[in-house]
Each structure stands twice: as structure tokens, then as C-alpha cells.
């Protein structure tokens, strides 16, 4: 039995999301679907972590155990010539079997993008959260450093999980503007269901003067979802990295 690793780019507009869900296209049912053309085996692919629907990604990681003798870094273009063309494999190589692409991962990096121009941008759309209205990043970067460090995020945590604790520790929120684009670039150890978008929301609400900076640490330690911005469309968020040692 050998185990692969794979390093996958996709556009998540036309799914319900990276886990296998009965009834609604996934990620992971596309490509557990092309593995199973390519190899001829029923497999189970490891995801390092769940997007949801609309989310992309640049390097998402996943890993799965096969008989085949197709060579590790050959897997990419095997796969690449059956699969959907918004989702492509950028790398392949086989891995020690122990290795998992979620409980080996030491931490991940997000980036969320916001359009902030007033026309529509149709190519922009499917890839970014569209504001109006202007934004001031400053403030926005000064509410960011509140959020470094470990804390308990529990007020920054999607309503639907089962995730027992709500500790998770942020090591870098970057902000930039280039243009009408803001990039909000973040990475942790782990992150909570939607965290990263609802950071985003009441980073937003921040820009737009409807929150002081210094509401962060009383949000966060109020521990009450009700309590923090809203959540950001699924859009404008991309896994852009998983980090391993």
C-alpha cells in the first residue's frame, strides 16, 4: 500500500463545498470519483481541512492510499486529463504512510479578497466580496493585531459545529489594498467554521466606521457569536496554504 499526496487548485463556485455530501457536487467526490477512473480502486481521500460551498482554494492538500503503480509525481497529470476543469492538481508525490493531510499539518493560510469599487465587475464576482462603500484600512489594520495570539475564538465560531473547544491561535492578519482590491491574508494553527469570514465581516465593519478597534478584545472575550460582524460571503475566501514540518 502506498500513499499519495496531492496539492490541489480549484474553483469552488459550482460546489457545495470540499466534504462528500449526498445529493450536492463536492470536491472531494469529483476527485475520489477521477481516482477511481484512473486506478480502478474505491478510495477515501483526506482532506487537511473543509472549505464550504463557493470557497476556493490554491493549495489545498489531501492524501490518499493506493495499490497503484502509477509514480507518485505522475498522479497529477493522470488526474489532471479527467478532471473537471475548475479543479486541477498542481503537484503529486508519494508520502510515508503515515502521513495525513489534516493531522500532519502544523498550520494553514487564508486570503480573503474584497472588490471595494462602486461599478459591478462580472469577472469578479465568483472571486471576491463585492463592497460599495469605502473601507479604511487603517483602522482595519490596527483591529487586526487584536486578533494575534491564542485566544478563544467561541465569538468568531460558525453556529453549526460540534468543535468542543474554540481555542485557536492566530499567528499573522496582513491587510493590503492594491487598487479597489483588499487582500486580508491570515494564518493559524486552525481555524473554526466560517472564523475566517467572520473576522473578515467585523474587519469590514471596522473600515466602514460602524465598529471602533478597540470592540475586538471585548468581542472576543464576550465569547458570543451574536457579538461580532457579520459572516463574509463564501467568495472571497481561498485556502492559499497548508505548512507542514
Known sequence: MRNIMLVIEYDGTNYWGWQSQENFPSIQEEIEKTIKKVTGEKVVLYGSGRTDAKVHALGHVANFQTEST????????????????????????????????????????????IYNGEPERPLLR????????PLDIKPMKEAAEF??????????????????????????????RNGDIIEITVEGNSFLRNMVRIIVGTLIEVGAGKRNKYEIPEIIEKRERKSAGRTAPAQGLFLEKVFYK
Not at 502509477?70 to 497529477?76: D, L, M, T
Not at 494575534?148 to 493590503?176: A, E, Q
Open 70 to 113: 502509477i509514480p507518485g509525481e505522475r498522479f497529477k497529470y493522470a488526474l489532471n486529463l479527467k478532471l473537471p476543469d475548475d479543479i486541477r492538481i498542481i503537484s503529486s508525490q508519494e508520502v510515508p504512510i503515515d502521513f495525513h493531510a489534516r493531522y500532519s499539518a502544523t498550520h494553514k493560510r487564508y486570503v480573503y479578497k
Open 147 to 176: 486578533f494575534i495570539g491564542t485566544h478563544d475564538f467561541k465569538s468568531f465560531r460558525g453556529r453549526k459545529t460540534s468543535i468542543k473547544s474554540s481555542v485557536r491561535t492566530i499567528h499573522s492578519l496582513d491587510i493590503k
Open 126 to 133: 465568483n472571486h471576491t466580496c463585492h463592497v460599495r462603500y
